[in-house]
């Protein structure tokens, strides 16, 4: 599936157990190419999400529901969390194994007229303390 320029919209993502689906997304704005979670909707996408040929865009997780991302996605887009959980379950990532982390979500608040002090959630199995995340970059405020 392609989706190049608008949203594509839907409350679950999946694909069929013998096929390898790919969606490519893009827009040439910048904006949210694709929506999953309109009707608190979960499930799981083993499949590749990557760019098309028109930009970048955005994947974007609404609702209530989970979803679940277990393919080597290639996108380089935004991706928005606005509603409940968002799995990412493919990779390594910082001496875990694929699994073991888990981004739980974010919370902030304004600071000054410009700058926001945000805090990040991450479950981790086995339990490490001390980790240092690095540089998040592309963060992209909605609302």
Known sequence: MTINGGT????RLINHTAVTATVSISDPT???????GTANGSSTFDGLIQDGGGGAGN???????TFTLTGANTYTGGT????GTLLVNN???????AGECLFLGASGSK???????????????PNKTGLTVGDIVDINKKG
């Open 8 to 11: 594509f919209e839907t409350d």
């Open 30 to 36: 910048g904006g949210v190419a694709l929506t999953v």
């Open 59 to 65: 994947l974007e997780k609404v609702g209530t529901g």
């Open 80 to 83: 928005i969390i606005d509603g």
């Open 91 to 97: 990779a390594s990532w910082k001496g875990f194994a």
């Open 111 to 125: 600071r000054g007229s410009d700058d926001w002090e945000i805090t990040f959630r991450f479950a981790a199995t």
